[in-house]
Structure formats: structure tokens, C-alpha cells
């Protein structure tokens, strides 16, 4: 049966495919499924990722209720990130990729896995 766009649109894979489809989306909710943390820790874990693409990523993340951010009304300011209750539900999958990737990582000859870096 071929899929409609609507269909498509509806579909539980569509709405993940767009949660995830950050190139920093899953490693984000990774580490925060293990603590909640401010910005400078998170942006510390990936010394290759901007601070713009950082609040960015986390904003998008923030908007499909996937993280919660909390601003304390202090001086300096502190805001700290935290996975919402739905966001914790993706660590069982989460894991679960990990697991795969490592098992794929097995199988791809050397030439393969370092073309991808």
C-alpha cells in the first residue's frame, strides 16, 4: 500500500525523524537523561559545537517538550536543562541505538567508519 503525505505526516516515525534529526539532538538528550545541566556544562561535552548551534539544538528541543528549561531569577542568571518526563522516555531507545551503532561499527571495514569522521 503506497503512503499519502498525509499518512506520512501522522506517522509516529515522521514525528521522532524530526525530534532527532538534529546532528546533536540525540547526544544532548543522551547525557541530560543522566543529569540535569547548565549550558556551559553541556557545550563543555561537545568542544566542537558553537554556542549559537548549541542554543539553537537546545531550543528546538526545548519547543518539542522533549527538554525543560528552568531560569533562576538570580544574579548572574542560572538556567539549567533537564529532560521533560516524555524526553526521558527516549533513553531505553537511546541505548538502544548506542548498542546497534556499536555492533554496526564492527561490521564496516576500516576504510568505511573513518570516511564517516
Known sequence: ?????????????TSAQK?????????????LSEKTMRFNEIQRLFPDITHATLTKQLRILEEYGIIE??????????????LSDIGMQLKPILDAVMLWGEEYKKHQPRSASASTR
Open 19 to 31: 525530534i532527532l534529526s538534529g546532528k546533536w539532538s540525540m547526544l544532548i538528550i543522551l547525557f
Open 69 to 82: 528549561r528552568t531560569v533562576y531569577s538570580q544574579i548572574p542568571p542560572k538556567v539549567e536543562y533537564a
Open 1 to 13: 500500500m503506497p503512503y499519502t503525505n498525509e499518512m506520512l505526516e501522522e506517522c509516529g516515525f
